[in-house]
Nanobody, 116 residues
Framework: QVQLVESGGGLVQPGGSLRLSCAASRSIFSIDAMGWFRQAPGKQRELVASITRGGGTTYANSVKGRFTISRNNAENTVYLQMHSLKPEDTAVYYC??????????WGQGTQVTVSS
């Protein structure tokens, strides 16, 4: 098992930047992949970005070129650097861990609000 705790959310103006952090309760070195999801009011949760154990990354089309996911295995932490934020990026962002083929572990979420 692994517990995940997100931080770094907040209110930012359009065009601004934020960096989200996801701290894991144990080593993430052996976890198949780590991901960031988001859920806006009235919408389904969507995968924003993921990073595999080997460092391979994937991004939703809506965030390509603006968001970067990274992991620090030594600190058991995953990051989501977000630039050029738009109002449509407003959502609760969740960190998750992929094990045995399932996104089975989730953090409590952190709110990101993009508004002027």
């Amino acid at each position: 098992q692994v517990q995940l705790v997100e931080s770094g959310g907040g209110l930012v103006q359009p065009g601004g930047s934020l960096r989200l952090s996801c701290a894991a309760s144990r080593s993430i070195f052996s976890i198949d992949a780590m991901g960031w999801f988001r859920q806006a009011p009235g919408k389904q949760r969507e995968l924003v970005a993921s990073i595999t154990r080997g460092g391979g990354t994937t991004y939703a089309n809506s965030v390509k070129g603006r968001f970067t996911i990274s992991r620090n295995n030594a600190e058991n932490t995953v990051y989501l650097q977000m630039h050029s934020l738009k109002p449509e990026d407003t959502a609760v962002y969740y960190c998750s861990a992929l094990t045995t083929g399932q996104w089975g572990y989730w953090g409590q979420g952190t709110q990101v609000t993009v508004s002027s």
